[in-house]
C-alpha cells in the first residue's frame, strides 16, 4: 500500500506496536494468572495439610462423644485461611460432630456430610465417605477435592482419624483464592499497561523526532538537488536558444537588411502572447517563453533558398516567388527531423515547427503554403506572423524607408479578419503604446549603429510602406 502522508506512517507504525505490546501484555497476565492459581492452590491445599494434622494431634485423645463440648471449642478456635472452616465427621453414618463457626449455614452438628458428593482432580464425583474409604484403601490417608456449600465451590481436604473412626474436613472457598490471584495479578497488569504506554510514547517520539530530522534532512537533499537541476536545466536552455539563435541567424545573415530583426520579434511576440494569455488558459508563463525563442525559427528554412533569390532587391519572378515560398516547407521538414530524432514532443520544437511552416498562412486561407484557414492555423504562427509583419513594416529597407507605427498600426488593421487572426490584431492594440516604445527604441539603435560604423545614409525613396516583405 503506498503510503502518502508521512504521519499516517508513523501512526500505523505506533498502532502496531501498541497492539503487539497490549497482545504481549494480555498474554502474560494469562500465564501469570496461571502461575499464581497453582501457587496459591498448592498454598492453600498445604495449609488445609497443616490445619488437618494439627486439629489430628490435639484432638487424639478426645472421643466425639464423650468430649463433645472441649471438641467443638478446639474446633472454634482453629483458624482456616481464605474464608475457609473445619469440620469433624463420623465415619459410621457421615454425621458432623463438630464444626468451626465459619462454617456455611448448611454445615451443622449431626449434618451428614459425608454423603455429599466430592469431586476430584481427575472429574470423578462421590460421597465424601466413599472417597476417604478409597484414600486408605490405597494408602493416602489425605484425600482432596471440591464440594458445594451453600452455592460456593469449597476445596476440601479430608484426613482419616482411625482411632475416632471419624474424619478431618478442612475446606477453603474457592473465591477467595480467586480473589488473592486477583489483587496479586492486577496491579502487574497495570504496571504492565503503564509500561506499555510510556514504551510506545516513547516509541512514537522518537520515530516522530527521526522522521522529521530524516524529513529535513531529504528536503535539503531535495532542494539541493531541486537546485541543481534548475542550474542544469536553465544551463541547457541557454545552450539550446544560443545553438537556435545561431542557427536563425544564420539563416538570416543571407539578408542583409534583415538587422536585428530577430531580437526584436522575440520582443513582439512576448508582447502578444503575455497580452493573448489574459483570456486564452492553453496560454502560461512556458509557452510564452518557448515561443519567444521559437519565433527566431521562422525563416530557418531560408537556408535551403537560393542566393539569387534571397539576395535580389527587385521584384521576384513568379518562379522565384515560388522558390522563396519553399523556405515554409523547408523549415517544417527540418524541424520535423530534428523532432524525430529527440524522439518525443517537446514544446518548444512543436512550437518551432508551426512557426517556421504557417507564419505565411493567413486568416482568409489565401496564404501560404497549405492555404490554411482561421484557426486551423496555428495559434503560434498567427502570433509570429502579425509581429513579422509589423517589424517588416517598421524597419529601414535599402528599397523603402521605414514606416512610422501609426502607418504600420493602420496597415495591420486594415487587414482585421483576411490576413491575421482578429484576436492578436485585438492583442495588438491593447499593447500597441509597447510596440511603438519597441520600435523606437529599436530605430534609435540603428541610428547609433550607422553613425558608430560611419557609413552614409541611404537617400529615401518614396515607395510607400503598403506591403510586408516576403
Same mark, same amino acid.
Given at each position: 500500500?503506498?503510503?502518502?502522508?508521512?504521519?499516517?506512517?508513523?501512526?500505523?507504525?505506533?498502532?502496531?506496536?501498541?497492539?503487539?505490546?497490549?497482545?504481549?501484555?494480555?498474554?502474560?497476565?494469562?500465564?501469570?494468572?496461571?502461575?499464581?492459581?497453582?501457587?496459591?492452590?498448592?498454598?492453600?491445599?498445604?495449609?488445609?495439610?497443616?490445619?488437618?494434622?494439627?486439629?489430628?494431634?490435639?484432638?487424639?485423645?478426645?472421643?466425639?462423644?464423650?468430649?463433645?463440648?472441649?471438641?467443638?471449642?478446639?474446633?472454634?478456635?482453629?483458624?482456616?485461611?481464605?474464608?475457609?472452616?473445619?469440620?469433624?465427621?463420623?465415619?459410621?453414618?457421615?454425621?458432623?460432630?463438630?464444626?468451626?463457626?465459619?462454617?456455611?449455614?448448611? =454445615?451443622?452438628?449431626?449434618?451428614?456430610?459425608?454423603?455429599?458428593?466430592?469431586?476430584?482432580?481427575?472429574?470423578?464425583?462421590?460421597?465424601?465417605?466413599?472417597?476417604?474409604?478409597?484414600?486408605?484403601?490405597?494408602?493416602?490417608? @489425605?484425600?482432596?477435592?471440591?464440594?458445594?456449600?451453600?452455592?460456593? @465451590?469449597?476445596?476440601?481436604?479430608?484426613?482419616?482419624?482411625?482411632?475416632?473412626?471419624?474424619?478431618?474436613?478442612?475446606?477453603?472457598?474457592?473465591?477467595?483464592?480467586?480473589?488473592?490471584?486477583?489483587?496479586?495479578?492486577?496491579?502487574?497488569?497495570?504496571?504492565?499497561?503503564?509500561?506499555?504506554?510510556?514504551?510506545?510514547?516513547? /516509541?512514537?517520539?522518537?520515530?516522530?523526532?527521526?522522521?522529521?530530522?530524516?524529513?529535513?534532512?531529504?528536503?535539503?537533499?531535495?532542494?539541493?538537488?531541486?537546485?541543481?537541476? !534548475?542550474?542544469?536545466?536553465?544551463?541547457?536552455?541557454?545552450?539550446? &536558444?544560443?545553438?537556435?539563435?545561431?542557427?536563425?541567424?544564420?539563416?538570416?545573415?543571407?539578408?542583409?537588411?534583415?538587422?536585428?530583426?530577430?531580437?526584436?520579434?522575440? /520582443?513582439?511576440? /512576448?508582447?502578444?502572447?503575455?497580452?493573448?494569455?489574459?483570456?486564452?488558459?492553453?496560454? &502560461?508563463?512556458?509557452?510564452?517563453?518557448?515561443?519567444?525563442?521559437?519565433?527566431?525559427?521562422?525563416?530557418?528554412?531560408?537556408?535551403?533558398?537560393?542566393?539569387?533569390?534571397?539576395?535580389?532587391?527587385?521584384?521576384?519572378?513568379?518562379?522565384?516567388?515560388?522558390?522563396?515560398?519553399?523556405?515554409?516547407? @523547408?523549415?517544417?521538414?527540418?524541424?520535423?527531423?530534428?523532432?524525430?530524432?529527440?524522439?518525443?514532443? !517537446?514544446?518548444?520544437?512543436?512550437?518551432?515547427?508551426?512557426?517556421?511552416?504557417?507564419?505565411?498562412?493567413?486568416?482568409?486561407?489565401?496564404?501560404?503554403?497549405?492555404?490554411?484557414?482561421?484557426?486551423?492555423?496555428?495559434?503560434?504562427?498567427?502570433?509570429?506572423?502579425?509581429?513579422?509583419?509589423?517589424?517588416?513594416? /517598421?524597419?529601414?529597407?535599402?528599397?523603402?524607408?521605414?514606416?512610422?507605427?501609426?502607418?504600420?498600426?493602420?496597415? =495591420?488593421?486594415?487587414?482585421?479578419?483576411?490576413?491575421? !487572426?482578429?484576436?492578436?490584431?485585438?492583442?495588438? =492594440?491593447?499593447?500597441?503604446? !509597447?510596440?511603438?516604445?519597441i520600435s523606437h527604441a529599436a530605430a534609435q539603435a540603428d541610428a547609433r549603429r550607422a553613425l558608430a560604423s560611419q557609413e552614409p545614409s541611404l537617400p529615401a525613396t518614396p515607395t510607400p510602406a503598403t506591403e510586408?516583405?516576403?
Open positions: 500500500m503506498y503510503i502518502k502522508r508521512r504521519q499516517v506512517l508513523v501512526a500505523m507504525l505506533v498502532m502496531s506496536q501498541l497492539g503487539c505490546m497490549t497482545f504481549g501484555v494480555l498474554w502474560a497476565s494469562r500465564w501469570l494468572h496461571e502461575a499464581f492459581d497453582r501457587i496459591i492452590y498448592s498454598s492453600a491445599a498445604l495449609q488445609a495439610e497443616t490445619v488437618a494434622l494439627s486439629l489430628a494431634r490435639r484432638t487424639a485423645d478426645l472421643s466425639l462423644t464423650e468430649s463433645s463440648d472441649k471438641l467443638q471449642h478446639i474446633y472454634d478456635q482453629t483458624n482456616v485461611p481464605h474464608d475457609g472452616f473445619v469440620s469433624v465427621m463420623r465415619l459410621e453414618d457421615g454425621a458432623v460432630a463438630a464444626t468451626s463457626l465459619k462454617a456455611p449455614t448448611s =454445615i451443622k452438628p449431626t449434618t451428614l456430610l459425608g454423603s455429599q458428593s466430592l469431586t476430584t482432580a481427575g472429574g470423578a464425583a462421590q460421597p465424601l465417605i466413599a472417597a476417604i474409604q478409597q484414600g486408605e484403601s490405597n494408602g493416602q490417608p @489425605l484425600v482432596a477435592g471440591t464440594m458445594e456449600f451453600d452455592g460456593r @465451590l469449597f476445596d476440601v481436604t479430608a484426613l482419616k482419624l482411625p482411632k475416632q473412626d471419624a474424619a478431618i474436613v478442612v475446606a477453603t472457598s474457592e473465591a477467595s483464592l480467586n480473589h488473592l490471584v486477583s489483587e496479586l495479578i492486577t496491579p502487574l497488569i497495570h504496571v504492565g499497561f503503564v509500561l506499555t504506554g510510556a514504551v510506545v510514547a516513547a /516509541t512514537a517520539l522518537c520515530t516522530i523526532f527521526l522522521v522529521r530530522r530524516f524529513d529535513s534532512t531529504l528536503l535539503e537533499v531535495s532542494s539541493s538537488l531541486e537546485k541543481e537541476v !534548475d542550474r542544469r536545466t536553465l544551463a541547457l536552455q541557454r545552450s539550446r &536558444n544560443a545553438v537556435v539563435f545561431g542557427l536563425a541567424k544564420l539563416a538570416e545573415s543571407r539578408d542583409k537588411d534583415a538587422g536585428q530583426h530577430l531580437e526584436r520579434l522575440r /520582443t513582439y511576440v /512576448t508582447v502578444l502572447a503575455s497580452e493573448l494569455a489574459k483570456h486564452n488558459s492553453k496560454i &502560461n508563463h512556458h509557452y510564452v517563453a518557448n515561443l519567444a525563442i521559437a519565433s527566431a525559427l521562422h525563416d530557418v528554412g531560408k537556408m535551403g533558398v537560393p542566393d539569387a533569390v534571397i539576395l535580389k532587391l527587385g521584384k521576384l519572378t513568379a518562379a522565384e516567388r515560388r522558390a522563396m515560398q519553399m523556405h515554409t516547407v @523547408l523549415g517544417d521538414e527540418c524541424l520535423a527531423s530534428v523532432e524525430r530524432m529527440f524522439g518525443d514532443h !517537446d514544446q518548444f520544437l512543436t512550437l518551432g515547427r508551426e512557426v517556421a511552416a504557417a507564419h505565411h498562412e493567413q486568416w482568409d486561407g489565401s496564404g501560404y503554403p497549405y492555404g490554411l484557414q482561421g484557426k486551423d492555423i496555428p495559434l503560434a504562427a498567427r502570433i509570429v506572423a502579425l509581429a513579422d509583419v509589423y517589424d517588416a513594416l /517598421t524597419s529601414h529597407r535599402e528599397y523603402r524607408p521605414a514606416a512610422s507605427h501609426a502607418e504600420a498600426r493602420e496597415w =495591420i488593421v486594415s487587414h482585421y479578419g483576411s490576413q491575421f !487572426d482578429p484576436e492578436v490584431v485585438e492583442a495588438f =492594440i491593447a499593447r500597441e503604446v !509597447d510596440f511603438a516604445k510586408p516583405v516576403a
